[in-house]
């Protein structure tokens, strides 16, 4: 089961300025019986917890529960037909005033990592093959909805020789269809290793390889 911390940043500037810290991802993520899960908590520079992510994918990748809080907002998903979500406030604990929505979306996508594996878990690409993903992102503090089309391409894949044993690495090139933001992502088995705005800085042992095994 892995577990890491990952550092986040406000991302690559036009100029290529330092990026800005806005804190820290605490993480682990497995195979179970239901799927692979990834649960994390978002630390502000000062120790505030600012977030929580907590999704599971079935086995095929598609998002089979979804739960996600920030700035006194919480928002739970999953697919059905499509993607479903209801976002609530932290105010109204009855939910009275608990906003739905529903896409023909793909999965869901936001700041954490763990939303790149999934996404490139469902999508299975082979080297140099390409695809376009539709995706509902939750931006924080507020997770706010927006769907927007992605653009993966499966640039390589190499092979690094580590203590633990080889190490598959693929490289993504990763395309918001609707800006034209463009981001380089390097994953491997059930984990990033960097991406724009994402730098891995601790891991307590290797990644699981994927297709993951799942429990019983």
Not at 87 to 92: E, I, K, N
Not at 142 to 160: I, N, S, Y
Request: charge should be negative; glycine fraction near 12%.
């Amino acid at each position: 089961m892995p577990n890491g911390r990952y550092s986040l940043h406000t991302g690559t500037t036009p100029l290529g300025h330092d990026h800005e810290l806005l804190g820290e991802e605490r993480f682990s993520c497995a195979p179970g019986p239901a799927g692979w899960r990834y649960v994390s908590k978002t630390y502000a520079p000062d120790g505030r917890v600012i977030g929580t992510v907590d999704l599971t994918l079935d086995s095929r990748a598609r998002p089979l529960r979804m739960e996600l809080r920030a700035g006194g907002w919480q928002v739970r998903g999953g697919a059905v037909d499509g993607v479903a979500w209801v976002r609530t406030d932290a105010a109204d604990p009855g939910g009275e005033h608990a906003v739905e929505g529903h896409d023909r979306a793909h999965g869901f996508t936001g700041r954490s990592p763990a939303f790149l594996v999934a996404t490139a878990r469902l999508l299975r690409l082979r080297e140099g093959a390409s695809a376009r993903v539709r995706l509902v992102a939750f931006t924080e503090p507020v997770l706010a909805p927006r769907t927007f089309d992605q653009g993966w391409l499966l640039e390589g894949v190499d092979t690094h020789q580590t203590d633990s044993g080889p190490l598959v690495v693929e490289r993504y090139q990763v395309a918001d269809l609707e800006t034209g933001e463009q981001q380089v992502v390097h994953l491997a088995g059930d984990v990033v290793l960097a991406a724009d705005g994402i730098e891995l800085e601790e891991l307590e042992s290797p990644p699981n390889p994927w297709p993951v095994e799942f429990g019983g």
